[in-house]
């Protein structure tokens, strides 16, 4: 499987290691984990991700059953993990910039 990520996505992960942490998206607070290439790949599948909200990248986990997807256009929207569907998504941010502004470096992992 082929997975297209946003070039503003790999940039990120090149600039600053992977994010783990609180994130202000929305208007609330989310727990996000952003997953590298290889994990991008694998979740994807396993979770049946083209099966079930095709058009749809997961690219982290919030650890409570919900992961965060680029939509078609790339913009951030959150998804089931039970009860996935593309009607189930819930639109977080316009696009990887706007969600990673949000990312509360203080509390991240690691930072």
């Known amino acids: 499987m082929t997975i297209q990520l946003p070039s503003v ?13 609180f994130a202000v998206a929305a208007g609330e607070e989310h727990y996000v984990v952003l997953w590298g290439d290889d994990e991008v790949a694998s979740a994807n599948a396993e979770i049946e991700i083209p099966v079930y909200a095709p058009g749809f990248v997961a690219f982290a986990g919030n650890g409570g059953g919900e ?3 680029f939509d078609d256009t790339g913009a951030v929207v959150m998804l089931p993990m ?11 941010a316009s696009d990887f910039p706007e969600f990673a502004r949000g990312f509360r470096h203080d509390s991240a992992s690691g930072k």
Do not use: Q, T
Request: charged share 15%; aromatic share 14%.
């Open 67 to 69: 992961v965060f997807a």
């Open 82 to 92: 039970i009860g996935m569907a593309p009607e189930a998504a819930i639109h977080v």
């Open 9 to 21: 996505y790999r940039d990120f992960i090149n600039s600053n290691g992977l994010f783990e942490g």
